[in-house]
């Protein structure tokens, strides 16, 4: 399968909190971060814990906008985060980089990047 279209399903799943099928892209000692809390989280018990704590409290949504697979094979994927709160308050909107690292076809980091104003459309 190809990477971008693995990428697209399982932000789909992320969205449907369908955690096993988000883990099974991953590789068993994924590396990813944990942007609520700071630092980084290894494995797959350690992201399900995560995300099961985090959809606890809140009610994120993340849609890719764009793919660029860059010179080192990594694929930095634009996406379009909204974040509420579980009685529906919006708490957070706006765009972020999600990076991501393969081993083979599976994932194997995440790594979160804040777009620069220069890759805002219409900035030069």
Not at 9 to 24: E, G, P
Not at 31 to 50: F, K, L, M, Q
Not at 59 to 83: L, M, N, Q, Y
Request: proline residues 5%; charged residues 30%.
């Amino acid at each position: 399968m190809e990477l971008e279209k693995r990428l697209e399903l399982t932000y789909a799943a992320f969205n449907a909190r369908d955690i096993d099928a988000v883990l099974a892209q991953m590789v068993e000692d994924v590396d990813w971060p944990n942007a609520s809390e700071g630092g980084r989280i290894r494995g797959h018990e350690a992201v399900r814990d995560y995300w099961t704590r985090q959809w606890a409290e809140i009610d994120p949504k993340v849609e890719p906008t764009s793919f660029t697979t860059r010179p080192d094979g990594s694929i930095a994927v634009e996406v379009h985060r909204v974040v509420r709160g579980l009685d529906g308050t919006l708490l957070a909107e706006g765009n972020v980089r999600h990076v991501y690292v393969f081993r083979g076809d599976l994932v194997a980091s995440m790594d979160i990047e804040e777009p620069t104003s220069s890759d805002e459309p219409g900035s030069s």
